[in-house]
């Protein structure tokens, strides 16, 4: 009840009422770069740059929020015309949503250190002693799960900032989530980039996307992933994407 209260507000907020709002879409994020992040009070990243082109291109009015994952999952369970981004596209998430993308490949990995000089594997017994971080409600956690992670080794964190930051300071040995959001949180934070690996592939890339809630306005749903066709046909997306990841890619670990 708390909580549709305080959706009902973030309407009131953006300025939408209850009888507007169902000619809009609420986009509900998270700090998450490169793809979506605030810069100067404004959204920036790739997936906001595409939401700007199809906002452009499809005549939708499209309101942001940012909130952290778990409290955005219940946002978008809510209110009907709303979507996640960016959401990985996993087979238990499938039927939940309404999919439209990729936007990238989005492997899901485990990430350590050079220095630290740790190896990787769920299944091993020097797993039972690895502080592995993952982002609270993201697949990274029941990955871990599923791969043999016992969960006195899982801590879960409110955002990759702060997995990123613990990883640092030698309060976690691993992080496991989508790399090219830690590498950024490190370049942001002023942490030396080079020193991350990636350990471990827990999940070939499903891809992420915009996931919509189930019960969105069919009319809005088709016009933005029309917009996002076009986008995509017209090779701008791939243009945006390689502006975005100009970041240098994470070195593999030596093979095991």
């Known amino acids: 009840m708390r909580h549709r209260w305080l959706v009902c507000l973030l309407f009131a907020a953006l300025g939408v009422s209850h009888g507007a709002a169902d000619t809009h879409l609420l986009g509900v994020t998270e700090d998450v770069p490169p793809f979506s992040y605030l810069e100067g009070g404004r959204f920036a990243g790739l997936a906001n740059e595409v939401l700007d082109r199809i906002a452009n291109q499809s005549g939708l009015k499209v309101q942001r929020s940012i909130q952290p994952f778990a409290r955005g999952l219940k ?60 982002v609270k409600g993201s697949p990274a956690g029941k990955m871990l799960r599923d791969a043999g992670m016992p969960e006195r080794s899982i801590y879960l964190t409110p955002g990759s900032e702060t997995s990123t930051r613990m990883l640092f300071a030698g309060h976690l040995d691993m992080i496991a989530g989508l790399a090219l959001p830690y590498q950024h949180q490190a370049t942001r934070l002023g942490l030396d980039t080079s020193q991350m690996q990636v350990a471990h592939l827990l999940q070939k890339g499903f891809g992420c996307y915009f996931a919509f809630n189930p019960k969105v306005d069919p009319v809005l749903y088709k016009r933005f992933a029309d917009a996002f066709d076009v986008l995509r046909s017209s090779g701008e997306l791939r243009q945006l994407r390689e502006r975005s990841m100009q970041a240098p890619a994470l070195a593999p670990a030596q093979a095991r």
């Open 75 to 134: 946002t978008v369970d809510e209110v009907p015309n709303s979507f996640l981004y960016v959401m990985v596209r996993t087979p238990a998430r499938e039927s939940h949503y309404r999919w439209v993308g990729p936007l990238d490949d989005c492997d899901v990995v485990v990430l350590t250190l050079r220095s630290s000089g740790l190896d990787f594997s769920p299944t091993t017994p020097d797993a039972r002693a690895l502080r592995v971080g993952a």
